[in-house]
């Protein structure tokens, strides 16, 4: 599949077969996909735990679902939460010599001792600053933009979702104080159409790219709009006229009542109790409260 079709088709798959198992060697390659991003001075500080739905402690399970359609972790046989962590950053200045050394940065005879009385000391200076929020998170969204497109490429479907507490999740899986929880991605094989109902809608193009300064839009070309159209990567808008049908087809599939939003349970009472939809009256918000 060509990169400008895969862009096209991917969509956030929220509606996965609970049943099918995701092979080892995919997770592998949609790992390795993230590894090969892009990142600030090399510091590489994506890292990631993968869940396997079936083998992961109850505890681990019950603090993914978001409070907002949270019933796709019951569904996913396989969760990567994907976190920041910061300590990688302390090995700026080796990073920096890699880089240096295969020649992906500086140039001439004088490089090496402009790294080690220049850029080093300077980037050790603000190492505090550097583990900020920020270029920190653009670096490990581009990892893992990679590894969901490694993940379309394979036939799997995946979703990025927030959650309720991030830092009781950076406890349940053991995480050091040092890293931090940025998303949950469910993955596995797509219960739902490849369409997923159409592409959804965007603000226009114009409102969101500028030309050399604030307010003049970027100039949209239609003959590349069509080019794009013809290569599969702009595609029919939704909703598609049988998605409602779908939606309710899948409802009852899989045993769900409610919206599917923030209002949602099984029929039989199944599926992963979450931390996030704690019972009323038992002194926790439903973000949390408790130690552990």
């Known amino acids: 599949m060509e990169l400008r079709e895969a862009i096209g088709r991917r969509r956030s798959i929220r509606w996965l077969l609970p049943h099918k198992p995701v092979e ?3 997770i592998q390659r949609m790992l390795e996909a993230a590894r090969l991003a892009s990142s600030w001075g090399n ?26 359609s949270g019933f796709q972790i019951s569904l996913a046989p396989v969760a990567i939460v994907w976190f920041f962590d910061s300590s990688a950053v302390d090995d700026i200045a080796t990073r920096l010599r890699e880089l240096v050394d295969v020649g992906a940065i500086g140039y001439g005879e004088n490089k090496q001792d ?3 009385k220049g850029l080093i000391p300077v980037m050790s200076a603000g190492i505090l600053f550097l583990k900020e929020p920020g ?13 969901t497109l490694m993940a379309f490429e394979q036939g799997l ?18 995480l050091p104080e040092h890293c931090r929880v940025l998303v949950t991605q469910t ?7 490849p369409e997923a109902g159409g592409q959804p809608p965007r603000p ?18 239609d003959e ?29 599939t899989f045993g769900l009542e409610g919206n599917g939003l923030l209002e949602w349970h099984w029929k039989d009472g199944t599926g992963i109790p979450s931390d996030a939809l704690v019972a009323e009256g038992d002194g926790h918000a439903a973000a949390g409260g408790e130690e552990d």
């Open 135 to 147: 270029l920190n998170d653009l670096d490990c969204g581009q990892g893992i933009a990679q590894a």
């Open 204 to 221: 226009p193009f114009q409102s969101m790219f500028f030309l050399n300064t604030y307010g003049n839009p970027f100039p949209r070309n």
């Open 157 to 174: 479907g995946t979703c990025c979702m927030g959650m309720s507490d991030p830092d009781r999740v950076r406890r349940r899986l053991g």
């Open 224 to 252: 590349v709009v069509a080019e794009l159209e013809r290569d599969g990567m702009i595609q029919a808008q939704g909703p598609l006229p049988w998605r409602e049908a779908e939606l309710q087809f899948l409802q009852d």
């Open 114 to 116: 402009a790294l080690e």
């Open 24 to 26: 080892h060697h995919k």
């Open 43 to 68: 510091v590489q500080s994506l890292r990631a735990i993968v869940i396997y739905r079936d083998e992961a402690p109850s505890e681990v399970l019950a603090a993914l679902p978001s409070p907002v």
């Open 187 to 193: 993955v596995g094989y797509p219960a739902e159409s």
